[in-house]
């Protein structure tokens, strides 16, 4: 049985790099902890509690970037990237104590975040990358950036990252909530380290030979990596579900289109309208994500029973804490 609890371990998206440019700043709030982020002059990223230990002032509500700190818009005190407090603007010498600095890392434009309910550290293999798949490798230049015209953001549902990392094992909900014209077929699945790895092929209605070979990785419960390989509709997306306390999660997707040889800087039109279904798309999924229950014990038919069963086994390495409430999700142990 899982522990569903809404403090997972593992990389989580907590935004896109484009929506803190140099010298912004951002309020933020993951797994219960009330977070700023913020872009030093320099460009350099940084997430931290966001509280002031002077008087509690939330960093995130009117803080300003002064070169690589940000300043409490309370009383002036300056923290910098790695949470120092490195000036108060009415003593000569700063305070020794720092703001937690969290572990972060931007690749291709997202923002993901390092969260173990223990303090940890980030632990090596646990974020793979899009554009690195060991089968289908692909140069990130030849493909437009997610951000902004290619993207789904979904704030504040009531929604377990669990839902979302089951589609990983699931293929035969793709024809009735994505109306695939024939049902795909697991091809492979992997459950060796942090990383689910799976092939799944679609089928051509006409000749029903494998016509289109989804790649999918998981990086934990929440953080999902697909590469759709098809002469025509190939695309990269990441799919995330990260918490934000006990009860709602923030949902987003992430599409890279190729780029169009006649159009390489600037996506074309039949590019934006691909792009703009993306949410629809999703809308297949949440809609059914939002009012789903979670069945400790399913009845499985033929099909879902080895795919399924090696998933939750697999994700049950993720949910280390303990003693924590399960969150919005009900469970049935039928």
């Known amino acids: 049985m899982l522990n569903l609890s809404m403090k997972p371990t593992g990389w989580f998206q907590i935004g896109w790099s484009q929506e ?4 912004s700043v951002k309020p933020l709030k993951y797994f219960g902890h009330d977070l700023v982020a913020f872009r030093s002059d320099d460009g350099e990223l940084a997430v931290l509690d966001a509280h002031c230990h002077h008087l509690g002032a939330h960093l995130g509500h009117g803080g300003k970037v002064k070169g690589d700190c940000v300043a409490c818009p309370y009383h002036g005190w300056q923290w910098n990237t790695r949470g120092e407090n490195a000036l108060i603007p009415y003593q000569d010498q700063p305070v020794r104590k720092k703001l937690r600095k969290w572990d972060i890392v931007e690749q291709h434009g997202i923002i993901f975040m390092w969260h173990d309910p223990a303090g940890g550290p ?4 646990w974020l793979p990358d899009v554009f690195d798949h060991p089968e289908k490798p692909a140069n990130p230049g030849d493909y437009y950036p997610c951000y902004p015209d290619a993207v ?8 377990h990252p669990q839902l979302m990392t089951e589609n990983a094992a699931d293929t035969m909900h793709f024809r009735f909530a994505h109306n695939a014209p024939e049902d795909p077929v697991l091809l492979s699945f992997d459950t060796d380290g942090p990383i689910w790895e799976a092939k799944t092929g679609f089928r051509s209605k006409a000749t029903k030979e494998v016509a289109m070979v989804l790649y999918a990785r998981n990086a934990g419960v929440g953080l999902n990596m697909s590469i759709f390989d098809h002469p025509v509709l190939a695309r990269r997306l990441v799919l995330t579900c990260t918490p934000v306390d006990d009860d709602t999660s923030d949902l987003r997707v992430s599409y890279f289109f190729q780029r169009d040889a006649r159009s390489p800087e600037v996506m074309p039109e039949h590019v934006r309208e691909m792009a703009r279904q993306t949410r629809t798309l999703f809308e297949e999924d949440a809609v059914i994500w939002r009012h789903q229950k979670f069945v400790q014990r399913p009845i ?3 099909a879902d029973v080895a795919g399924y069963s ?3 086994n697999w994700c049950a390495q993720f949910y280390e804490a303990t003693g924590v409430p399960q969150g919005p999700m009900k ?4």
Do not use: C, T, W, Y
């Open 20 to 23: 803190i440019p140099s010298g």
């Open 122 to 125: 980030p632990r090596e293999g």
């Open 152 to 159: 789904v953001f979904a704030p504040n549902e009531r929604i």
């Open 300 to 302: 499985f038919a033929k």
């Open 310 to 312: 090696a998933l939750r």
């Open 331 to 334: 469970v049935l142990d039928a």
